[in-house]
């Protein structure tokens, strides 16, 4: 029979012929994403980094003050190479250059928790609780301010806000240059879960300072045809 060829790895490494590397399942794997980190962390962290005002910048460290692999890791990459290999277990600070922590944890209501001088306010997808919350009922947001945080656009749904976005050829409420920033922090958690140290990061150049096993888990060697020069 013919040899068929999985063009759909792209950059990953050209494995076949497990189930478990495919949908649903290949969340668990480092070599196509980053387990938990990656896959609520894309929807937390986004979330996270936008009420801290993060969008456009990058923690300078990630640490690892607790994580667990169902295998063990040698220089950033498994030992074990089939089972699944994302932590399961994990306690990982980012900490911003002007010393604002975010913690990525396994063992939490699953949401965002805000802490800061005037209280504490948890949300999710069906809940937003805490005492800055129920202040607005004596102390209303100022006018206009639902509006600068939406970049004065329409207070609607992400779908209609992208085509509407497309059609004025004007950036979306969620663009893609914060989600960067988002997703680059899971990423480092990764890493740093990975390496098993702590990993310090320039936002600016957006690379790994000092720990060359760390910089080389940033980014995959490009297959042929699936290279993009930006």
């Known amino acids: 029979a013919p040899t068929a060829e999985y063009r759909f790895q792209a950059n ?3 494995i076949i012929g497990s189930w478990s590397r495919a949908h649903y399942e290949f969340r668990w794997w480092y070599e196509y994403s980053g387990g938990k980190l990656t896959d609520w962390g894309a929807h937390h962290v986004d979330i996270a980094t936008w009420g801290l005002g993060k969008g456009d910048t990058g923690p300078v460290l990630v640490d690892p003050v607790m994580v667990e692999h169902p295998v063990t890791f040698r220089d950033g990459n498994p030992t074990v190479a089939n089972r699944y ?6 306690n990982i600070k980012a900490v911003y250059g002007d010393g604002v922590e975010l913690t990525l944890r396994h063992d939490t209501d699953n949401g ?18 805490g005492k800055p919350v129920e202040d607005l009922a004596r102390n209303p947001l100022p006018e206009g301010a639902l ?10 749904n992400h779908v209609a806000n992208f085509f509407e976005a497309v059609a004025a050829r004007k950036e979306p409420i969620s663009d893609v240059f914060s989600h960067h ?7 480092l958690a990764g890493i740093a879960a990975r390496v098993g140290r702590k990993v310090r990061w320039n ?14 888990l940033v980014a995959r060697e490009k297959r042929q045809r699936f290279a993009i020069e930006v």
């Open 147 to 156: 509006e600068k945080v939406y970049k004065n656009r329409s207070l609607t």
């Open 85 to 90: 290999n994302t932590a399961t277990k994990f």
């Open 181 to 187: 920033r988002a997703l680059s922090t899971c990423h």
């Open 112 to 129: 965002i928790l805000f802490e800061g001088t005037q209280g504490r306010m948890f949300v999710n997808r069906g809940r937003l609780v």
């Open 203 to 216: 936002p600016e150049t957006e690379q790994v300072i000092d720990d060359p096993v760390a910089q080389a």
């Open 12 to 14: 990953a490494p050209n």
